[in-house]
């Protein structure tokens, strides 16, 4: 995530993962382009998220009652997903006394589960209609404050036991430094966990086919995957580029989970 003067003035012919000036427009949608990058093939919207700087001063609908029944209708079918990454998690290291960062929080569901399972969570969420349903629903204060603020960059340097970024990381202004930022507040050995859809996907794959054959007229599922509109995903990664850019980083690698026919992946790294 980024602040709007910095968004503003973005040259999106830069690759937002590999940073070659190689990027160009690929797939022209109804509401956005893909640009993708000729020298690694990251596919990312020219859209950006404008952030204010003061992030708890937001303009957001506010969490009234038609808000509310919305949000607490899908826990449901969210708390399924949440409760087996939760299990993700357990099978690798014990949660109690373990010391949380989640970063997109959410509503707040999953950081509730981290602490009825022992630990000590913090979760960021720069939505303010979700942080007020956090602190409504689970009495869980989120913070507002991105991962890039100083608040987390100097406050929480090498804290964290485990990070955890649930659908998050191809919703952020740029992927790679959110994720080192990551990693700076990571103790050494510290687990990241992330899941995010696959471009290699079959759902994508038939999505470009479709394009290019209809020349333009039926992009299928690209449209619905990609958005404008504030926290929406923005770029969409190949399971070759999220571990290549994990090593970069400087994590090892120690799991990952997917299939051809899967629309996501799932990433256990441990903090070398």
Known sequence: MT???????????????????????????????????NECGFHFINQLDNLSPDLHVDAAKPLDQESWNYIEGRLPANEKQLRKNLFLVKRHLSLT????LDIGAGTGLYSHLLAEAGAFVHGIEPQLIFREFSKRKFDKALAAETID?????????????????WDVV????????????????????????????????????????SYRSSNGSNPLFLESIYSPRPFRHKHIFTLRQILWLMDK????????RTSCLQNKMVIVCRKK
Request: net charge positive; glycine share 4%.
């Open 149 to 165: 603020s100083e608040h987390w960059q100097k406050g929480y340097v090498n804290f964290f036991d485990v990070v955890t970024l």
């Open 249 to 256: 980083l400087g994590f090892s690698v120690v799991s990952k």
């Open 3 to 37: 602040s709007s003067k910095q968004a503003d003035k973005y040259d999106f012919s830069q690759c937002k993962l590999c940073a070659a000036y190689a990027a160009s427009p690929k797939y022209l949608l109804k509401k956005t382009t893909i640009y993708a990058c």
């Open 170 to 209: 191809e919703h952020v202004n740029f992927p790679v430094e959110t994720l080192q930022y990551a990693y700076n507040v990571m103790k050494p050995g510290g687990w990241l966990f992330l899941d995010t859809p696959r471009r290699d996907a079959l759902f994508y794959r038939i999505s470009e086919w």
């Open 97 to 100: 006394g373990a010391y949380c």
